[in-house]
Nanobody
Framework: QVQLVESGGGLVQAGGSLRLSCAAS????????MAWFRQAPGKERELVAA????????RYTDSVKGRFTISRDNAKNTVYLQMNSLKPEDSAVYYC????????????????????WGQGTQVTVSS
């Protein structure tokens, strides 16, 4: 079992930066692929970035490539999302998610392959 708690959201002007954190509890954190999703009002939840259990692999949705960076510190049971050059269209509730241990990294794009979710943190980017 993995419990996830996000923090770091807030209001920022376009062009600014935020760093989201996801603190995980549970003995298997270091064995789980992790991801950040986001959901804007009236839109489906979408994958923003995912990282493998070791931190050796990462993937990003096209709209954030070059601006966002996902990372993890297994010693601190924490996953991060550094967001730079923020745009108004990045405004959404951001969710941290974890796959069950043993999932292949190739499956991290599939929202239905995530077993654990945080409560979300709001990110608002003003123009």
């Amino acid at each position: 079992q993995v419990q996830l708690v996000e923090s770091g959201g807030g209001l920022v002007q376009a062009g600014g930066s935020l760093r989201l954190s996801c603190a995980a509890s549970g003995r298997t954190f270091s064995a789980n692929n992790m991801a950040w999703f986001r959901q804007a009002p009236g839109k489906e939840r979408e994958l923003v970035a995912a990282i493998s259990w070791s931190g050796g692999n990462a993937r990003y949705t096209d709209s954030v490539k070059g601006r966002f960076t996902i990372s993890r510190d297994n010693a601190k049971n924490t996953v991060y999302l550094q967001m730079n050059s923020l745009k108004p269209e990045d405004s959404a509730v951001y969710y941290c998610a974890a796959q069950q241990m043993g999932r292949q990294f190739d499956s991290t794009w599939r929202i239905d392959h995530y077993a654990y979710w945080g409560q979300g943190t709001q990110v608002t980017v003003s123009s």
